[in-house]
């Protein structure tokens, strides 16, 4: 006799009966560390948007990230900025410059405080140079046309670089008094949400 579809099934019963299962954050924390000191064909970082994941991760956990990942990470990254200013996937993955790359790189290196280590000004020129007609922003120079995703790295990046006033006023100006700056919660909704749309996009 089939089970009316109001009728709970045991299943069903033990689910809901089962505890939370509590995570291990220490056990988390371990496993992130380890992720960067592994020596194999592809060493962490593996591209700019692992080094975010990684730095992320540490920090969002609270965790130490000690004076050598913070050099081997914010090297490598130095190393993905190329001519154009803009960043691509890192030494033997191309020198194509993306602005999802771009994105990662600056992320990852504003949460080291160290985004004087690369050439911010010419980022911002790589970056401004990908604006299409329409507004939307490329992901790379040779693309014809541009996302919502594309150009929301393209904004992103230049909020990091403080460059999302118009061309005339400069760059790299500092919010003034009286100005709001964008809340934290507001940042990391930004974050994660780049995040879910890069898992998306199969990067």
């Known amino acids: ?13 033990q689910r809901t009966a089962e505890p939370q299962r509590k995570i291990d954050l220490a056990m988390t924390v371990k496993f992130i560390q380890s992720w960067s000191t592994r020596d194999k064909w592809d060493k962490f970082p593996e591209s700019p948007s692992f080094a975010y994941y990684n730095t992320y991760s540490l920090k969002a956990l609270n965790a130490e990230i000690s004076p050598e990942l913070r050099e081997k990470i914010v090297d490598a990254l130095k190393s993905c900025q190329m001519k154009d200013g803009g960043f691509s996937a ?10 999802i790359f771009t994105y990662y790189s600056l992320a990852t290196l504003d949460l080291l405080n160290a985004l004087d280590s690369i ?3 010419q980022a911002v020129v790589y970056v401004r140079s990908l604006v299409r007609k329409d507004g939307s922003i490329k992901a790379k120079a040779d693309d ?3 996302t919502l995703a594309t150009t929301y790295y393209g904004v992103a990046s230049l909020g990091l670089l403080h460059a999302l ?5 400069g760059v790299g100006r500092q919010p003034e008094d009286g100005e709001l700056e964008r ?4 940042d990391r909704h930004l974050e994660e949400l780049a995040a879910r749309v890069e898992e998306r996009l199969g990067q």
């Open 183 to 186: 809340p934290e919660d507001d």
């Open 90 to 99: 890192g030494p033997g993955h191309g020198a194509d410059s993306n602005t």
């Open 165 to 169: 006033e118009d061309e005339d006023e």
């Open 144 to 146: 014809a046309g541009a």
């Open 1 to 13: 006799m089939a089970l009316s579809p109001l009728t709970p099934s045991i299943h069903a019963k």
């Open 119 to 121: 050439d911010g000004q």
